[in-house]
T-cell receptor, first 115, second 110 residues
Framework: AQKITQTQPGMFVQEKEAVTLDCTYDTSDPSYGLFWYKQPSSGEMIFLIYQGSYDQQNATEGRYSLNFQKARKSANLVISASQLGDSAMYFCAMRGNGATNKLIFGTGTLLAVQP | NAGVTQTPKFQVLKTGQSMTLQCAQDMNHEYMSWYRQDPGMGLRLIHYSVGAGITDQGEVPNGYNVSRSTTEDFPLRLLSAAPSQTSVYFC?????????FGQGTRLTVV
């Protein structure tokens, strides 16, 4: 069965510093994908970054990068140079393949960026 | 939230009423899903579809029905609303490497 775990309910970071949001997953599927989403207080779900299980390099999108450690089954999101607008809830998600091709989510991490 | 239209944005129901949440996408995605979001529980999968005519249950399917007669549309039906179904509902449309969400529906059952 697939499972996504985010162990940090909340985090603080100073503006302009980098922050890492943890995500671990469990799957027996050799092919899978990992997603990160941002949910600001307005409620919409904003796609940030995607990592495929066979991708050779860690995914990056602007200030977002995904620290993918396949052997440890972790897919941590790194936000560089935090901005006040980064304050939001962040969700990690995973999809499997074939019969497990569902997109499931962790419980989220609430990030607060302090000036 | 490119290409996923979810309506309504807000809804109040009385216990026992039924209603349909609408979801439409214009990206020709095969996969569509419905989630509910409750405080501290993330997004939980209600039902999903891997293509027109094919649906399956997620983690919390009880009290909900879906159908997928076209690639574009994936409505969610509440058969007899209960206070436990008070939640925020999201529709999602995706392919393997991208997934987009509707704006969400805040449903209150009184």
């Amino acid at each position: 069965a697939q499972k996504i775990t985010q162990t940090q309910p909340g985090m603080f970071v100073q503006e302009k510093e980098a922050v890492t949001l943890d995500c671990t997953y469990d799957t027996s599927d050799p092919s899978y994908g990992l997603f990160w989403y941002k949910q600001p207080s307005s409620g919409e779900m904003i796609f940030l970054i995607y990592q495929g299980s066979y991708d050779q390099q860690n995914a990056t999108e602007g200030r977002y990068s995904l620290n993918f450690q396949k052997a440890r089954k972790s897919a941590n999101l790194v936000i560089s140079a935090s901005q006040l607008g980064d304050s939001a809830m962040y969700f990690c998600a995973m999809r499997g393949n074939g019969a497990t091709n569902k997109l499931i989510f962790g419980t989220g991490t609430l990030l607060a960026v302090q000036p | 939230n490119a290409g996923v239209t979810q309506t309504p944005k807000f809804q109040v129901l009385k216990t026992g009423q039924s209603m349909t949440l609408q979801c439409a996408q214009d990206m020709n995605h095969e996969y569509m899903s419905w989630y509910r979001q409750d405080p501290g529980m993330g997004l939980r999968l209600i039902h999903y579809s891997v293509g027109a005519g094919i649906t399956d249950q997620g983690e919390v399917p009880n009290g909900y029905n879906v159908s997928r007669s076209t690639t574009e549309d994936f409505p969610l039906r509440l058969l007899s609303a209960a206070p436990s179904q008070t939640s925020v509902y999201f529709c999602a449309s995706r392919e393997d490497t991208e997934a987009f969400f509707g704006q969400g529906t805040r449903l209150t059952v009184v």
